[in-house]
Protein backbone atom coordinates (compact mmCIF):
# COMPACT_ATOMS: atom_id res chain seq x y z
CA UNK A 1 0.00 0.00 0.00
CA UNK A 2 1.53 2.98 -1.00
CA UNK A 3 0.56 6.26 0.44
CA UNK A 4 -1.93 8.39 -1.72
CA UNK A 5 -0.27 11.84 -3.03
CA UNK A 6 -3.32 14.04 -0.98
CA UNK A 7 -1.66 14.76 2.48
CA UNK A 8 -3.54 12.94 4.87
CA UNK A 9 -4.77 15.25 7.45
CA UNK A 10 -3.47 14.85 10.62
CA UNK A 11 -4.58 17.56 12.62
CA UNK A 12 -7.44 16.29 14.83
CA UNK A 13 -10.94 17.73 14.18
CA UNK A 14 -11.74 21.07 15.77
CA UNK A 15 -13.54 20.94 18.76
CA UNK A 16 -17.03 22.30 18.51
CA UNK A 17 -17.41 24.87 21.62
CA UNK A 18 -21.33 26.95 22.35
CA UNK A 19 -22.42 28.83 24.74
CA UNK A 20 -23.97 27.11 28.12
CA UNK A 21 -25.31 28.77 30.32
CA UNK A 22 -25.35 27.96 34.25
CA UNK A 23 -27.82 28.82 37.11
CA UNK A 24 -26.09 28.29 40.31
CA UNK A 25 -27.62 27.68 43.59
CA UNK A 26 -25.37 30.51 45.71
CA UNK A 27 -25.05 31.08 49.39
CA UNK A 28 -22.56 33.30 51.05
CA UNK A 29 -22.78 32.79 54.94
CA UNK A 30 -20.47 36.41 55.08
CA UNK A 31 -23.14 38.16 53.77
CA UNK A 32 -24.87 40.84 55.04
CA UNK A 33 -28.03 39.34 54.58
CA UNK A 34 -27.13 35.75 54.40
CA UNK A 35 -29.79 34.78 52.33
CA UNK A 36 -29.48 31.61 49.15
CA UNK A 37 -30.04 33.00 45.67
CA UNK A 38 -29.54 32.09 41.96
CA UNK A 39 -27.23 32.97 40.27
CA UNK A 40 -26.49 32.20 36.18
CA UNK A 41 -23.45 32.48 33.85
CA UNK A 42 -22.71 32.27 30.08
CA UNK A 43 -19.35 30.69 29.55
CA UNK A 44 -18.28 28.78 26.35
CA UNK A 45 -17.41 25.53 26.93
CA UNK A 46 -16.05 22.59 23.99
CA UNK A 47 -18.35 19.99 23.17
CA UNK A 48 -16.46 17.73 25.28
CA UNK A 49 -16.43 19.64 28.56
CA UNK A 50 -17.96 18.00 31.54
CA UNK A 51 -19.94 20.64 34.37
CA UNK A 52 -16.79 20.74 36.08
CA UNK A 53 -15.29 22.05 33.01
CA UNK A 54 -17.58 24.89 32.79
CA UNK A 55 -18.38 25.70 36.60
CA UNK A 56 -14.37 26.32 36.62
CA UNK A 57 -14.51 28.72 33.74
CA UNK A 58 -17.06 30.29 35.98
CA UNK A 59 -14.61 30.17 38.83
CA UNK A 60 -11.43 31.09 37.26
CA UNK A 61 -12.68 33.80 34.53
CA UNK A 62 -15.80 35.30 36.04
CA UNK A 63 -16.31 34.71 39.72
CA UNK A 64 -13.57 33.83 41.73
CA UNK A 65 -15.94 33.87 44.78
CA UNK A 66 -17.92 30.45 43.09
CA UNK A 67 -17.47 27.81 46.09
CA UNK A 68 -17.46 24.00 45.03
CA UNK A 69 -15.36 21.19 46.11
CA UNK A 70 -13.81 18.71 43.95
CA UNK A 71 -10.54 17.11 43.94
CA UNK A 72 -9.13 14.36 41.70
CA UNK A 73 -11.96 15.86 38.61
CA UNK A 74 -12.14 12.04 37.47
CA UNK A 75 -15.01 10.76 39.60
CA UNK A 76 -12.20 8.57 42.31
CA UNK A 77 -12.67 11.34 45.29
CA UNK A 78 -16.31 11.82 45.63
CA UNK A 79 -16.10 15.75 46.15
CA UNK A 80 -17.81 17.16 44.09
CA UNK A 81 -21.48 15.48 44.01
CA UNK A 82 -24.33 17.79 43.43
CA UNK A 83 -27.78 18.39 42.39
CA UNK A 84 -27.48 19.26 38.50
CA UNK A 85 -30.99 19.70 36.75
CA UNK A 86 -32.73 18.05 39.64
CA UNK A 87 -30.90 15.23 39.89
CA UNK A 88 -27.79 13.96 42.12
CA UNK A 89 -24.39 13.39 40.02
CA UNK A 90 -20.71 14.02 40.03
CA UNK A 91 -19.99 17.58 38.08
CA UNK A 92 -16.81 15.43 37.12
CA UNK A 93 -18.25 12.64 35.45
CA UNK A 94 -21.61 15.33 33.89
CA UNK A 95 -21.28 15.80 30.36
CA UNK A 96 -22.66 19.08 29.38
CA UNK A 97 -23.79 17.55 26.21
CA UNK A 98 -26.01 15.04 27.78
CA UNK A 99 -27.96 17.48 29.52
CA UNK A 100 -29.55 19.49 26.70
CA UNK A 101 -27.14 22.71 27.00
CA UNK A 102 -29.53 24.82 25.12
CA UNK A 103 -31.10 25.60 28.14
CA UNK A 104 -29.82 26.71 31.41
CA UNK A 105 -28.68 24.09 33.78
CA UNK A 106 -29.57 24.59 37.50
CA UNK A 107 -26.89 23.28 39.96
CA UNK A 108 -27.52 23.21 43.28
CA UNK A 109 -26.06 21.34 46.90
CA UNK A 110 -26.87 17.89 47.45
CA UNK A 111 -29.90 17.99 49.62
CA UNK A 112 -30.51 17.58 53.43
CA UNK A 113 -27.13 18.61 55.10
CA UNK A 114 -26.81 22.13 55.90
CA UNK A 115 -25.12 23.83 53.12
CA UNK A 116 -21.99 25.91 54.30
CA UNK A 117 -21.23 28.13 51.28
CA UNK A 118 -22.55 27.63 47.55
CA UNK A 119 -22.36 24.53 46.50
CA UNK A 120 -20.37 22.87 49.82
CA UNK A 121 -22.45 21.39 53.13
CA UNK A 122 -21.44 19.86 55.57
CA UNK A 123 -20.31 16.61 55.37
CA UNK A 124 -20.55 15.62 59.67
CA UNK A 125 -23.73 13.98 60.12
CA UNK A 126 -22.97 12.06 56.80
CA UNK A 127 -19.54 10.75 57.77
CA UNK A 128 -21.02 10.38 61.33
CA UNK A 129 -23.30 7.59 60.36
CA UNK A 130 -20.59 5.98 57.82
CA UNK A 131 -18.50 5.95 61.18
CA UNK A 132 -21.17 4.21 62.95
CA UNK A 133 -21.38 0.76 61.05
CA UNK A 134 -17.65 0.51 61.94
CA UNK A 135 -16.42 0.19 58.27
CA UNK A 136 -12.74 -1.42 59.08
CA UNK A 137 -12.47 -5.29 59.09
CA UNK A 138 -13.17 -6.77 62.82
CA UNK A 139 -11.59 -10.12 63.58
CA UNK A 140 -10.56 -12.57 66.74
CA UNK A 141 -7.68 -14.22 67.76
CA UNK A 142 -4.10 -14.23 66.56
CA UNK A 143 -3.04 -12.14 63.76
CA UNK A 144 -2.58 -14.57 61.06
CA UNK A 145 1.57 -14.38 59.53
CA UNK A 146 0.14 -14.08 55.49
CA UNK A 147 -3.18 -12.95 53.98
CA UNK A 148 -6.67 -13.39 54.69
CA UNK A 149 -7.64 -15.93 51.68
CA UNK A 150 -10.87 -15.74 49.78
CA UNK A 151 -12.79 -17.56 47.43
CA UNK A 152 -13.52 -15.94 44.12
CA UNK A 153 -16.88 -16.40 45.13
CA UNK A 154 -16.82 -14.91 48.82
CA UNK A 155 -14.96 -12.19 47.16
CA UNK A 156 -17.42 -11.29 44.46
CA UNK A 157 -20.26 -11.71 47.10
CA UNK A 158 -19.39 -7.99 48.20
CA UNK A 159 -17.77 -7.03 45.15
CA UNK A 160 -20.90 -4.25 43.98
CA UNK A 161 -20.41 -2.18 47.58
CA UNK A 162 -16.78 -2.06 47.30
CA UNK A 163 -16.95 0.46 44.41
CA UNK A 164 -18.29 3.23 46.95
CA UNK A 165 -16.47 6.57 47.01
CA UNK A 166 -18.63 8.36 49.86
CA UNK A 167 -20.06 10.86 47.73
CA UNK A 168 -22.93 10.69 49.27
CA UNK A 169 -25.39 11.12 45.93
CA UNK A 170 -27.61 8.29 47.24
CA UNK A 171 -27.81 9.78 50.81
CA UNK A 172 -28.79 12.89 49.59
CA UNK A 173 -31.21 11.89 47.31
CA UNK A 174 -33.04 9.68 49.60
CA UNK A 175 -36.46 11.73 50.70
CA UNK A 176 -36.17 9.86 54.13
CA UNK A 177 -33.36 11.46 54.21
CA UNK A 178 -34.21 15.08 53.67
CA UNK A 179 -37.26 14.17 56.11
CA UNK A 180 -35.60 13.20 59.20
CA UNK A 181 -31.63 13.57 59.32
CA UNK A 182 -31.40 10.77 61.73
CA UNK A 183 -31.62 8.28 59.31
CA UNK A 184 -28.10 6.18 58.68
CA UNK A 185 -28.94 6.89 54.83
CA UNK A 186 -28.27 4.37 51.87
CA UNK A 187 -24.29 5.14 52.07
CA UNK A 188 -24.12 3.77 55.93
CA UNK A 189 -25.47 0.77 54.27
CA UNK A 190 -23.75 0.25 51.63
CA UNK A 191 -20.46 0.40 53.47
CA UNK A 192 -21.83 -2.07 56.35
CA UNK A 193 -22.96 -4.23 53.67
CA UNK A 194 -19.52 -4.31 52.38
CA UNK A 195 -18.36 -5.90 55.96
CA UNK A 196 -21.56 -7.82 56.66
CA UNK A 197 -20.89 -10.10 53.78
CA UNK A 198 -17.16 -10.40 53.47
CA UNK A 199 -15.99 -13.67 54.56
CA UNK A 200 -12.91 -12.43 56.49
CA UNK A 201 -15.04 -10.27 58.93
CA UNK A 202 -16.35 -11.20 62.03
CA UNK A 203 -18.24 -7.78 62.90
CA UNK A 204 -21.30 -8.85 61.08
CA UNK A 205 -23.37 -9.27 63.92
CA UNK A 206 -22.32 -5.97 65.79
CA UNK A 207 -23.11 -4.23 62.39
CA UNK A 208 -26.69 -5.93 62.17
CA UNK A 209 -27.40 -4.75 65.80
CA UNK A 210 -26.56 -1.05 64.36
CA UNK A 211 -28.22 -0.88 61.56
CA UNK A 212 -31.76 -2.84 63.32
CA UNK A 213 -31.68 0.68 64.81
CA UNK A 214 -35.23 2.90 64.80
CA UNK A 215 -33.17 4.82 62.19
CA UNK A 216 -31.21 2.10 60.10
CA UNK A 217 -32.58 -0.17 57.16
CA UNK A 218 -36.36 -0.15 58.42
CA UNK A 219 -36.85 3.58 57.56
CA UNK A 220 -35.69 2.36 54.09
CA UNK A 221 -39.09 2.82 51.96
CA UNK A 222 -37.47 1.07 48.03
CA UNK A 223 -37.58 4.28 46.24
CA UNK A 224 -34.72 3.42 44.32
CA UNK A 225 -33.54 7.06 44.46
CA UNK A 226 -30.26 6.27 45.94
CA UNK A 227 -29.42 3.25 42.68
CA UNK A 228 -30.24 6.13 40.29
CA UNK A 229 -28.08 8.40 41.85
CA UNK A 230 -25.14 6.10 42.35
CA UNK A 231 -22.23 7.56 39.81
CA UNK A 232 -20.36 4.41 40.57
CA UNK A 233 -23.39 2.15 39.53
CA UNK A 234 -23.56 0.33 43.04
CA UNK A 235 -26.89 -1.85 43.21
CA UNK A 236 -27.87 0.47 46.69
CA UNK A 237 -31.16 -0.71 47.08
CA UNK A 238 -30.72 -4.00 46.86
CA UNK A 239 -27.69 -4.29 48.83
CA UNK A 240 -30.04 -2.34 51.68
CA UNK A 241 -32.35 -5.45 50.79
CA UNK A 242 -30.00 -7.95 51.31
CA UNK A 243 -28.83 -6.04 55.11
CA UNK A 244 -32.99 -6.07 55.98
CA UNK A 245 -32.55 -10.01 54.72
CA UNK A 246 -29.99 -10.69 56.87
CA UNK A 247 -31.33 -9.12 59.67
CA UNK A 248 -34.93 -11.08 59.16
CA UNK A 249 -32.69 -14.71 59.20
CA UNK A 250 -30.93 -13.86 62.35
CA UNK A 251 -33.86 -13.02 64.16
CA UNK A 252 -36.05 -15.80 63.08
CA UNK B 1 -1.38 18.02 74.40
CA UNK B 2 -3.04 19.41 71.11
CA UNK B 3 -6.06 21.07 71.22
CA UNK B 4 -7.75 20.24 67.56
CA UNK B 5 -7.14 16.23 68.59
CA UNK B 6 -10.59 14.75 68.01
CA UNK B 7 -11.71 12.31 70.64
CA UNK B 8 -12.43 9.20 68.92
CA UNK B 9 -13.96 6.15 70.99
CA UNK B 10 -11.90 2.99 70.62
CA UNK B 11 -13.23 0.73 67.52
CA UNK B 12 -14.65 -1.67 69.82
CA UNK B 13 -15.49 -0.34 72.71
CA UNK B 14 -19.22 -1.81 74.19
CA UNK B 15 -22.14 -0.72 72.20
CA UNK B 16 -25.81 -0.29 73.40
CA UNK B 17 -26.90 -3.96 74.24
CA UNK B 18 -28.95 -5.57 71.84
CA UNK B 19 -31.37 -3.30 70.21
CA UNK B 20 -35.34 -4.46 70.79
CA UNK B 21 -36.38 -5.84 66.97
CA UNK B 22 -39.61 -3.20 67.45
CA UNK B 23 -38.79 -1.81 63.58
CA UNK B 24 -38.00 -5.42 62.20
CA UNK B 25 -41.49 -6.65 63.33
CA UNK B 26 -43.07 -3.68 62.16
CA UNK B 27 -41.59 -4.27 58.69
CA UNK B 28 -42.41 -7.64 58.42
CA UNK B 29 -45.77 -6.88 59.60
CA UNK B 30 -47.04 -4.11 57.00
CA UNK B 31 -45.88 -6.89 54.09
CA UNK B 32 -47.67 -9.60 55.76
CA UNK B 33 -50.79 -7.96 56.68
CA UNK B 34 -50.34 -6.55 52.93
CA UNK B 35 -50.25 -9.48 51.27
CA UNK B 36 -53.54 -10.83 53.48
CA UNK B 37 -55.32 -7.55 52.77
CA UNK B 38 -54.86 -7.89 48.80
CA UNK B 39 -57.27 -11.55 49.53
CA UNK B 40 -59.44 -10.10 52.28
CA UNK B 41 -60.45 -6.76 50.19
CA UNK B 42 -60.65 -8.11 46.84
CA UNK B 43 -63.00 -11.00 47.94
CA UNK B 44 -64.57 -8.82 50.21
CA UNK B 45 -65.31 -6.09 46.40
CA UNK B 46 -66.15 -8.98 44.63
CA UNK B 47 -69.03 -10.51 47.00
CA UNK B 48 -70.26 -6.89 47.58
CA UNK B 49 -70.52 -6.11 44.22
CA UNK B 50 -69.85 -8.31 41.79
CA UNK B 51 -71.32 -12.15 42.55
CA UNK B 52 -74.96 -12.14 43.02
CA UNK B 53 -76.90 -9.73 42.36
CA UNK B 54 -74.22 -7.03 42.08
CA UNK B 55 -73.87 -3.35 43.11
CA UNK B 56 -77.99 -2.95 43.09
CA UNK B 57 -77.99 -5.60 45.47
CA UNK B 58 -76.29 -3.87 48.49
CA UNK B 59 -79.36 -2.67 50.75
CA UNK B 60 -79.54 -3.20 54.62
CA UNK B 61 -81.10 -6.78 54.71
CA UNK B 62 -77.67 -7.64 52.50
CA UNK B 63 -75.61 -6.41 54.92
CA UNK B 64 -77.65 -8.02 57.70
CA UNK B 65 -77.39 -11.20 55.84
CA UNK B 66 -73.88 -11.20 55.86
CA UNK B 67 -73.36 -10.56 59.74
CA UNK B 68 -75.48 -13.13 60.31
CA UNK B 69 -72.95 -15.18 59.10
CA UNK B 70 -69.89 -16.17 61.52
CA UNK B 71 -67.97 -16.37 58.42
CA UNK B 72 -68.58 -12.66 56.94
CA UNK B 73 -68.47 -11.41 60.75
CA UNK B 74 -64.80 -13.39 61.04
CA UNK B 75 -64.11 -11.90 57.40
CA UNK B 76 -64.60 -8.03 58.11
CA UNK B 77 -63.45 -8.38 61.71
CA UNK B 78 -60.13 -9.15 59.94
CA UNK B 79 -60.23 -6.58 57.46
CA UNK B 80 -60.90 -3.97 60.03
CA UNK B 81 -57.80 -5.24 63.07
CA UNK B 82 -55.34 -5.62 60.02
CA UNK B 83 -56.28 -2.61 58.04
CA UNK B 84 -56.06 -0.43 61.42
CA UNK B 85 -53.20 -1.68 62.19
CA UNK B 86 -51.07 -1.49 58.94
CA UNK B 87 -52.97 1.57 58.27
CA UNK B 88 -51.98 3.19 61.75
CA UNK B 89 -48.45 1.98 61.80
CA UNK B 90 -48.41 3.12 58.20
CA UNK B 91 -49.00 6.99 59.55
CA UNK B 92 -47.11 6.08 62.37
CA UNK B 93 -43.77 5.71 60.20
CA UNK B 94 -44.96 9.32 58.33
CA UNK B 95 -45.33 10.85 61.54
CA UNK B 96 -41.71 9.86 62.10
CA UNK B 97 -40.63 11.29 58.93
CA UNK B 98 -41.95 14.11 59.42
CA UNK B 99 -42.53 15.46 63.09
CA UNK B 100 -39.51 16.66 64.28
CA UNK B 101 -40.14 18.06 67.64
CA UNK B 102 -41.08 15.59 70.18
CA UNK B 103 -43.89 17.91 71.16
CA UNK B 104 -45.05 17.53 67.27
CA UNK B 105 -44.50 13.85 67.42
CA UNK B 106 -46.09 12.91 70.85
CA UNK B 107 -49.34 15.08 70.03
CA UNK B 108 -49.70 13.30 66.66
CA UNK B 109 -49.14 10.21 68.39
CA UNK B 110 -52.04 10.61 70.48
CA UNK B 111 -54.48 11.53 67.97
CA UNK B 112 -53.62 8.81 66.48
CA UNK B 113 -53.87 6.29 68.83
CA UNK B 114 -57.25 7.67 69.62
CA UNK B 115 -58.56 7.54 66.55
CA UNK B 116 -57.41 3.88 66.33
CA UNK B 117 -58.62 3.02 69.06
CA UNK B 118 -62.22 4.49 68.46
CA UNK B 119 -62.60 3.13 64.97
CA UNK B 120 -61.63 -0.55 66.38
CA UNK B 121 -63.87 -0.77 69.26
CA UNK B 122 -66.56 0.83 67.64
CA UNK B 123 -66.26 -1.34 64.45
CA UNK B 124 -65.84 -4.29 66.28
CA UNK B 125 -68.69 -3.89 68.70
CA UNK B 126 -71.29 -3.38 65.27
CA UNK B 127 -69.81 -6.63 63.69
CA UNK B 128 -70.68 -8.51 67.23
CA UNK B 129 -73.71 -6.57 68.35
CA UNK B 130 -75.24 -5.71 64.76
CA UNK B 131 -79.10 -6.78 65.21
CA UNK B 132 -80.43 -8.16 61.34
CA UNK B 133 -84.06 -7.92 62.54
CA UNK B 134 -85.04 -4.48 64.30
CA UNK B 135 -88.66 -4.74 66.07
CA UNK B 136 -90.97 -2.66 64.34
CA UNK B 137 -89.10 -2.25 60.70
CA UNK B 138 -90.46 -2.72 57.49
CA UNK B 139 -90.76 -6.43 56.83
CA UNK B 140 -89.64 -5.61 52.83
CA UNK B 141 -86.57 -3.83 53.87
CA UNK B 142 -85.48 -7.09 56.31
CA UNK B 143 -83.58 -10.44 55.46
CA UNK B 144 -85.34 -13.36 54.60
CA UNK B 145 -84.67 -14.84 57.97
CA UNK B 146 -86.64 -12.43 59.93
CA UNK B 147 -90.08 -13.80 60.79
CA UNK B 148 -91.91 -11.64 63.03
CA UNK B 149 -92.45 -7.96 61.57
C1 LIG C 1 -54.65 -3.79 49.64
C2 LIG C 1 -53.62 -4.33 50.18
C3 LIG C 1 -52.46 -3.56 50.76
C4 LIG C 1 -51.15 -3.86 50.53
C5 LIG C 1 -50.61 -4.99 49.64
C6 LIG C 1 -50.36 -2.92 51.28
C7 LIG C 1 -48.96 -2.93 51.34
C8 LIG C 1 -48.19 -2.01 52.01
C9 LIG C 1 -46.77 -2.09 52.20
C10 LIG C 1 -45.86 -3.22 51.69
C11 LIG C 1 -46.38 -1.00 52.90
C12 LIG C 1 -44.97 -0.65 53.35
C13 LIG C 1 -44.33 0.31 52.39
C14 LIG C 1 -42.91 0.58 52.77
O1 LIG C 1 -42.51 0.38 53.93
O2 LIG C 1 -42.15 1.02 51.90
C15 LIG C 1 -47.55 -0.19 53.14
C16 LIG C 1 -47.55 1.02 53.78
C17 LIG C 1 -48.70 1.69 54.15
N1 LIG C 1 -50.00 1.27 54.00
FE1 LIG C 1 -50.58 -0.39 52.98
N2 LIG C 1 -51.17 -2.04 51.94
C18 LIG C 1 -52.48 -2.39 51.66
C19 LIG C 1 -53.63 -1.79 52.16
C20 LIG C 1 -53.64 -0.66 52.96
C21 LIG C 1 -54.84 -0.08 53.57
C22 LIG C 1 -56.26 -0.65 53.45
C23 LIG C 1 -54.44 1.05 54.24
C24 LIG C 1 -55.25 2.04 55.04
C25 LIG C 1 -56.00 1.67 56.02
C26 LIG C 1 -53.00 1.17 54.04
C27 LIG C 1 -52.22 2.19 54.57
C28 LIG C 1 -50.84 2.24 54.51
C29 LIG C 1 -50.04 3.34 55.01
C30 LIG C 1 -50.56 4.63 55.66
C31 LIG C 1 -48.70 2.98 54.76
C32 LIG C 1 -47.46 3.81 55.09
C33 LIG C 1 -46.97 4.49 53.85
C34 LIG C 1 -45.53 4.88 53.93
O3 LIG C 1 -44.76 4.17 54.58
O4 LIG C 1 -45.19 5.89 53.34
N3 LIG C 1 -52.55 0.13 53.27
N4 LIG C 1 -48.65 -0.85 52.60
S1 LIG D 1 -23.09 4.22 47.27
FE1 LIG D 1 -22.70 5.37 45.35
S2 LIG D 1 -23.89 7.28 45.63
FE2 LIG D 1 -23.69 6.37 47.66
S3 LIG D 1 -21.87 7.36 48.58
FE3 LIG D 1 -21.18 5.42 47.59
S4 LIG D 1 -20.53 6.01 45.52
FE4 LIG D 1 -21.76 7.74 46.32
S1 LIG E 1 -13.83 15.59 41.70
FE1 LIG E 1 -13.31 13.62 42.51
S2 LIG E 1 -15.15 12.55 42.08
FE2 LIG E 1 -15.50 14.38 40.99
Redesign the interface.
Known sequence: MTATATSPDTSAAEVPTFDVTLRIRRFDPDAKAPVPYWQEFTVTAHGTDRVLDAMHKVKWELDGSLTFRRSCAHGVCGSDAMRINGVNRLACKTLLKDLAPHKPIVIEPIKGLTVVKDLVVDMDPFFASFREVMPFLITSGNTPSRERLQSPEQRARFDDTTKCILCAACTTSCPVFWTDGQYFGPAAIVNAHRFIFDSRDEGATQRLEVLNDSEGVWRCRTTFNCTDACPRGIEVTKAIAEVKRAMITRAI | MAASTPTLAA??SP?RA??P????Y???FMRASGALLLILIFVHLFTNLVSGGGVSAIDFGFVAGKWAKPVWQVWDLLILWLAMIHGANGLRTII???A?RTGTRLTLMGLLAVAFAVVVVLGTLVIFTFSPCPPGAPADLLPSFCTAG
Open positions: PRRRRNTELSWVNDYT
